[in-house]
């Protein structure tokens, strides 16, 4: 990916987050995301499928996107975990609260009033070297 194409994917406010299922094929879901020292965090439902294929495979890639997850750019192969400590949680959670501000917080404010804050799960996303 080159530096300008990196450079896009960090400025939009969705990447397409694609995670590996068992039989080989990429399940392709638009997030919001946040770069990181060179890494992407993320957040989902502690139960999405998303969290599930990462258990089992942390092959994965990226791609910017449209809100409704039409990919715009090029795809960058990454391996990706979901974070089980409280101190790499909250830098996600930090990270993201940067980038999206209010609505992010609007987010949480719904989240914890619904109970799923506590069942939020944080993801790493670290590019490949190629």
């Given at each position: 990916?080159?530096?300008?194409?990196?450079?896009?994917?960090?400025?939009?406010?969705?990447?397409?987050?694609?995670?590996?299922?068992?039989?080989?094929e990429?399940?392709?879901?638009?997030?919001?995301?946040?770069?990181?020292?060179?890494?992407?965090?993320?957040?989902?439902?502690?139960?999405?499928?998303?969290?599930?294929?990462?258990?089992?495979?942390?092959?994965?890639?990226?791609?910017?996107?449209?809100?409704?997850?039409?990919?715009?750019?090029?795809?960058?192969?990454?391996?990706?975990?979901?974070?089980?400590?409280p101190?790499?949680?909250?830098?996600?959670?930090?990270?993201?609260?940067?980038?999206?501000?209010?609505?992010?917080?609007?987010?949480?404010?719904?989240?914890?009033f619904?109970?799923?804050?506590?069942?939020?799960?944080?993801?790493?996303?670290?590019?490949?070297?190629?």
């Open positions: 990916m080159s530096p300008e194409e990196l450079e896009a994917l960090e400025d939009g406010n969705y990447i397409s987050f694609a995670t590996r299922r068992k039989s080989g990429f399940v392709a879901t638009p997030v919001w995301f946040a770069p990181h020292r060179g890494v992407y965090y993320v957040f989902s439902a502690g139960d999405a499928g998303k969290v599930k294929r990462l258990r089992n495979f942390a092959e994965s890639r990226i791609a910017a996107c449209t809100v409704r997850g039409t990919v715009t750019g090029p795809w960058l192969d990454t391996r990706a975990r979901v974070l089980d400590e101190a790499d949680c909250a830098l996600a959670l930090r990270a993201l609260r940067r980038k999206y501000g209010w609505q992010m917080a609007i987010g949480d404010v719904f989240a914890h619904t109970g799923r804050m506590p069942r939020r799960a944080y993801i790493r996303i670290e590019p490949v070297a190629n």
